[in-house]
């Protein structure tokens, strides 16, 4: 199923970590973001992207850090197999019950603002855990997306853990109930097997050549 030889990258490299207060990184490549609660599989996706096994941290257990991070692929390419040179730009998660009403709300701020001001943002990615049905925080993250006039695509993450079976009927609650419209891509993604790296790249790469689609 999986093409390794297609979106060969030459370079990845974690550019720009912005905390609360930093001043966003303006460039001229295109920015594409994934956003998600803590855990959903953000950090699998962008290392499944890159074929590294752990250049974007993971972790089992909620990590604390907020920041944004930019990842600079550049491959100096123009090539059909090469990734195109855009940034990747990994989003705090949210959905940990144990952080306090202040972190919450200064991660509110922080995403609203990367939202509403960076100009080479093209396109939000979505993770939702393909498993459950979106909660109030996915679908208020999905509004915001919407809101701030990004494109929004939706990844179902980690695909490997349900049956082929339960497909259809997830990714239907999945569209229901973040309030998705029709033409909203859903794309189903395991970072354990691979499954729709491909497509994800055609969002990016359609993103970086300019278009919102
Ligand atoms: N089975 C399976 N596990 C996954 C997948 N994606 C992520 N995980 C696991 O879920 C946990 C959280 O992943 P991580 O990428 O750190 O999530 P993040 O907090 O959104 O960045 C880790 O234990 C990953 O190994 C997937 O597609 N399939
Ligand atoms: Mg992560």
């Keep these: 199923m999986e ?5 060969k ?6 550019e720009t970590v912005c905390g609360v207060t930093s001043t966003l990184p303006s460039h001229a490549e295109a920015e594409i973001a994934f956003a998600g609660k803590s855990n959903v599989g953000k950090s699998s996706l962008i290392n499944a992207l890159l074929i590294r096994k752990s250049y974007a941290r993971t972790s089992s257990k909620p990590g604390k850090t907020q920041t944004i991070n930019y ?13 195109p040179d855009v940034y990747l730009v990994d989003l705090p998660g949210y959905g ?7 972190a919450k709300a200064a991660w509110g701020r922080m995403i609203e603002r990367y939202l509403r001001t960076s100009r080479a943002l093209k396109c939000v990615c979505l993770l939702v855990d393909i498993r459950h049905a979106p909660s109030a925080n ?6 915001w997306i919407v809101e701030s006039g990004r494109m929004p695509v939706i990844i179902a993450t980690k695909k490997d853990k ?5 497909l259809d009927r997830n990714l239907k609650e999945i569209r229901n109930g ?12 395991s970072a354990e097997t691979r499954e729709g790296r491909s497509e994800v790249w055609e969002v990016i790469a359609a993103c970086a050549s300019g278009g919102r689609e």
């Excluded at 996915?138 to 509004?143: A, L, W």
Aim: proline share 2%; aromatic share 12%.
């Design 71 to 83: 990842y600079r692929i550049n491959s100096g390419e123009t090539r059909e197999d090469f990734a």
């Design 138 to 143: 996915d679908r208020q993250m999905y509004d």
């Design 162 to 166: 349900i049956k082929k079976s339960q």
């Design 96 to 102: 940990y019950a144990e952080v306090s009403e202040a």
């Design 3 to 7: 093409e390794s030889s297609a979106w």
């Design 9 to 14: 990258i030459r370079e990845a490299v974690l």
């Design 178 to 189: 973040l309030r998705a419209e029709r033409d909203v891509k859903i794309i189903p993604f």
